[in-house]
């Protein structure tokens, strides 16, 4: 089995989610006793936050880089970013590692396009629906059009995400405006909605929705484990 590599702590709520998703398909993949090996460093959300609130993205883009590479000394063969908004540091950590950094709008996109579904509304924090670095891949590598909500209604759904997600608060209220903001984006073509920040799975799931919902935390967890037991699987 390959070891696992996650940066973890953005947030906790989200890293627990990868750690039970991860041990769970190892186990469903191989039976017994088997669980995923892995590694976590996780960070203090804290810290992380602040410096995206500053813009300052250099100091995290070197700070996620110096967290791969420790993984991968203390023995990593994949690196998981267990966030969705901090693969804005990708670039800066493949250059500083020499194993696969498994991106999670790569493997969300292969999932649609394996779905055939090729318009989709994307939900995360501001950062990841109004930058591009996200938008790109699912449009350049997979054909995938990407359709975000509006000003207030992407102020809603980052709120969300950092005053209650991230601490854990799940609120009825807050379900039903996601909800919402799922639905009205039916009406301009969205065939489906990206689940597109770690800690929305904790808010949303399919059945609440009349579309089909990508859980990306889900997504990037079962990509890590295709890859971590390969070979075992190939000799079985």
């Known amino acids: 089995m390959k070891k696992i590599g996650l940066i973890g702590g953005i947030t906790w709520q989200s890293t627990k989610l990868y750690y039970e998703y991860l041990n769970t398909m190892v186990s469903e993949a191989l039976g017994g006793k088997y669980s995923c090996s892995c590694l976590i460093e996780s960070v203090n959300f804290a810290d992380i936050s ?3 609130s500053a813009g300052d993205w250099d100091t995290l883009h070197t700070q996620m880089a110096t967290i791969a590479k420790s993984l991968e000394t203390a023995g990593a063969d994949i690196i998981l970013v267990c966030a ?7 670039d800066k950590i493949k250059e ?3 194993v696969p ?3 999670i709008a790569e493997a969300t996109g292969k999932s649609i396009q394996d779905k055939g579904i090729q318009k989709v509304l994307l939900l995360g924090t501001k950062y990841t629906m109004e930058l591009d670095f996200y938008k790109d891949i699912l449009k350049e590598q997979f054909g995938i059009e990407v359709l975000i909500p509006s000003s207030e209604d992407r102020d ?3 709120q969300v995400i950092y005053d209650e997600l991230s601490k854990g608060i799940i609120s009825k209220d807050s379900k039903a405006k996601y909800v919402e ?5 039916e009406s301009n073509g969205a065939e489906a909605a990206i689940l597109g920040c770690t800690e929305i799975p904790l808010l949303i799931q399919s059945e609440d929705c009349d ?5 990306t935390t889900k997504i990037h967890a079962q990509a890590a484990v295709d890859f971590a037991l390969a070979e075992m699987t190939q000799t079985k």
């Open 211 to 215: 579309i089909p919902v990508f859980d």
């Open 84 to 90: 969705n908004t901090m693969h804005l540091s990708a």
């Open 50 to 52: 602040a410096k995206q």
């Open 96 to 98: 500083n590692i020499n």
């Open 101 to 103: 950094l498994l991106h």
């Open 156 to 158: 809603t759904v980052h």
């Open 181 to 185: 903001i799922i639905k009205k984006s």
